[in-house]
């Protein structure tokens, strides 16, 4: 499907400034990735840098997600390069709250981008900057 383009009103209710990507206006976004913090207030550190996320991109440079929407052929797997070390089969809010360790790159899986960001949004909607 193609992407849209052209200028669009801001999400933001009351808001009337457009913005060329959709979405939130510039104002609006840099607002929201302000509330949203550092990758290190989210809680993704040194060791997540050191140990989470280069063992599992080392294992899995190439997408795992299975039957992916974005691909051509939803039944076989991605086969983009991994951008993402995203925690599976659990969150990594899940693994905290079970007393798990949330950098064993065992409870990880390596993603593309458009892979992780359909994931995050199907089974984490609205919660941008609160994982």
């Known amino acids: ?5 052209g200028w669009r009103v801001c999400s933001v209710p009351g808001c009337p400034e457009f913005s060329d990507r959709g979405g939130k206006c510039d ?3 840099r607002e929201a990735e302000q509330r ?3 990758a290190r207030q989210r809680g993704y550190g040194r060791e997540h840098e050191t140990r989470f996320r280069p063992a599992v991109l080392a294992r899995d440079p190439i997408c795992v997600c299975p039957g992916c929407p974005q691909c051509s052929d939803p039944d ?3 086969a983009r390069p991994s951008e993402h070390a995203d ?3 659990l969150s ?5 709250e079970r007393g798990l360790d949330h950098n064993d790159p065992k ?3 390596g993603l593309c981008g458009l892979c992780h960001a359909s994931s995050t949004a199907r089974e984490q909607p609205g919660t941008f900057g609160l994982h």
């Open 1 to 5: 499907m193609p992407r849209r383009t």
């Open 27 to 29: 104002d609006h976004r």
């Open 36 to 38: 949203r913090g550092t």
């Open 76 to 78: 076989s797997a991605c």
């Open 87 to 89: 925690h599976w089969p």
């Open 92 to 96: 990594k809010r899940d693994l905290i």
């Open 107 to 109: 409870r990880g899986r």
